[in-house]
Each structure stands twice: as C-alpha cells, then as structure tokens.
C-alpha cells in the first residue's frame, strides 16, 4: 500500500511540475509527429550503475536551496525527475548545473519516487 502512495505521489508531483512551470512548452518533431514536453531545472544527482546513466533534475529550486538543503529535503519540498541520459550527457553534466529537459510526451513514467523517465535531449544552459 505504501509503495503504492509513493508510485502515485511521484507521478502526481512529476505531472504537477510539467503543467504549472511557466517555462514548459510543448513541441511536436515533424518529421515524425511526436510531441515533446520541455521542462527546467537543476541538476541535484548523477548517478550510474550497470552502464544505465541517470540525472536528478529538480525545478522549482533556488543555487541557495542547492548549497542549503539535502538531496531528500529538495524531493520532498519540489519533486523531481531521474531522467535517463547517453553516457555523453551523462559525462557532461555536473551537479548545481541548470538544464532543459525534452521527453516524449505521453512516456511512462517508472514507478518510483522520485518518478524516472527517458530524456530525448538534454541542453545545459547554465555552468
């Protein structure tokens, strides 16, 4: 029951920050009529295991909550996505960096808190 709430507070909290951030926009990619969802944020985490590549982006967040705050407090006050990234991606990003995120929309979330999803593309716009 529990793992249950946890499954579905992540995929409410990752739907929330995807429909209330300003900066979200939608995209669609002609030439094969897939829609993309864009979002923003900050990267919390990286972490890797068995080649599987995975970045903690967080929105909603300051550089001050970053310095001030734990990696579970930042969870539980803004959410959060681990997005799946290429080991290039991957090697390129560091933490306190600010991205934009695009993924598929209508993708699956994994089941977990907080939720997981496959970026298509990740731009760092801020060092």
């Known amino acids: 029951m529990q793992k249950a709430l946890f499954v579905f507070l992540g995929m409410f909290l990752f739907l929330t920050a995807f429909s209330t951030d300003s900066s979200i926009d ?6 094969t009529n897939v829609e993309y969802l864009r979002t923003e944020g900050y990267v919390v985490e990286k972490r ?3 080649g599987v590549y ?8 300051t550089k001050d909550d970053l310095k001030n705050k734990t990696k579970h407090q930042l969870i539980k006050e803004a959410g959060g996505t681990y ?20 993924i598929e929309k209508g993708q699956p979330l994994q089941p977990s808190y907080p939720s997981e999803a496959s970026a298509k593309k990740i731009e760092i716009i801020e060092e």
Do not use: C, P
Not at 54 to 61: F, K, Y
């Open 54 to 61: 995975q970045l903690l982006v967080i929105g909603n967040i």
């Open 26 to 31: 939608s995209s669609t990619d002609n030439s």
């Open 83 to 102: 997005f799946y990234v290429k080991k290039e991606i991957y090697s390129k990003a560091q933490r306190g960096q600010k991205v934009v995120v695009w």
């Open 48 to 50: 890797e295991h068995g």
